[in-house]
């Protein structure tokens, strides 16, 4: 079924950065598309960005321009870098498949605040 692992949140000051990282197992990502979501407090979970093999990544509007997702086939892992950072992108970021099929794993917690 695969588990995903994610980490790298952090308290961070507005117009700062971040390194996500996602460790995948259980199933390859070569052949999945894998996505970034995040849940604000009060908020339901959305996609924040999607990487596919042999495809240019898809952001959402307002994380456009700012963040960056990629992949280490050979780490089985994604990643997401996120610069100019808002108030707003407060929340817990989880990975998954595009069609989110495996079980959510734990997030890890990015706080955008001076």
């Known amino acids: 079924q695969g588990q995903v692992v994610e980490s790298g949140g952090s308290l961070v000051q507005p117009g700062g950065s971040l390194r996500l990282s996602c460790v995948a197992t259980?199933?390859?990502?070569?052949?999945?598309?894998m996505a970034w979501y995040r849940q604000a407090p009060g908020k339901q979970r959305e996609r924040v960005a999607s990487?596919?093999?042999?495809?240019?990544?898809i952001y959402t509007d307002f994380v456009e321009g700012r963040f960056t997702i990629s992949r280490d086939s050979a780490k089985n892992a994604i990643y997401l870098e996120m610069n100019s950072l808002k108030p707003e992108d407060t929340g817990v970021y989880y990975c998954?498949?595009?069609?989110?099929?495996?079980?959510w794993g734990q997030g890890t917690q990015v706080t955008v605040s001076a």
């Open positions: 259980g199933f390859s990502i070569r052949t999945e598309i």
């Open positions: 998954n498949t595009g069609s989110r099929r495996i079980p």
């Open positions: 990487i596919s093999s042999g495809r240019d990544p």
